[in-house]
Nanobody, 122 residues
Framework: QVQLVESGGGLVQAGGSLRLSCKASGSIFSINTMGWYSQAPGKQRELVAT???????NYADSVKGRFTISRDNARNTVYLQMNSLKPEDTAVYFC????????????????WGQGTQVTVSS
């Protein structure tokens, strides 16, 4: 099995910064895409940013220019640097690992972390 453990959430004032981290552990051979999704109260989960194993990135329009995703493939870890935070960024942020291949197994699976709360005060 695969576990994703997120860290780095918290309370910050508008204009501030936070850095989220997520490490995938388990008998992992490879991970295609790692990324972050957010879910605000009463809303659906939505994409924030993803990064493929070859470095291609995808950002939500609302975070372009403010958030930066990075990844350490050797450590199966993904980061999200969030700058110029706004109150509307307040949400639970979930880490995702997509297209995970486990050692000794055929096929790919997707995994989610438990989420970390980010609260931006005005």
């Amino acid at each position: 099995q695969v576990q994703l453990v997120e860290s780095g959430g918290g309370l910050v004032q508008a204009g501030g910064s936070l850095r989220l981290s997520c490490k995938a552990s388990g008998s992992i051979f490879s991970i295609n895409t790692m990324g972050w999704y957010s879910q605000a109260p009463g809303k659906q989960r939505e994409l924030v940013a993803t990064m493929s194993s070859d470095g291609r990135t995808n950002y939500a329009d609302s975070v372009k220019g403010r958030f930066t995703i990075s990844r350490d493939n050797a450590r199966n870890t993904v980061y999200l640097q969030m700058n110029s935070l706004k109150p509307e960024d307040t949400a639970v942020y979930f880490c995702a690992a997509e297209g995970v291949v486990l050692r000794g197994f055929v096929g790919k699976s997707d995994y989610w972390g438990q989420g970390t709360q980010v609260t931006v005060s005005s």
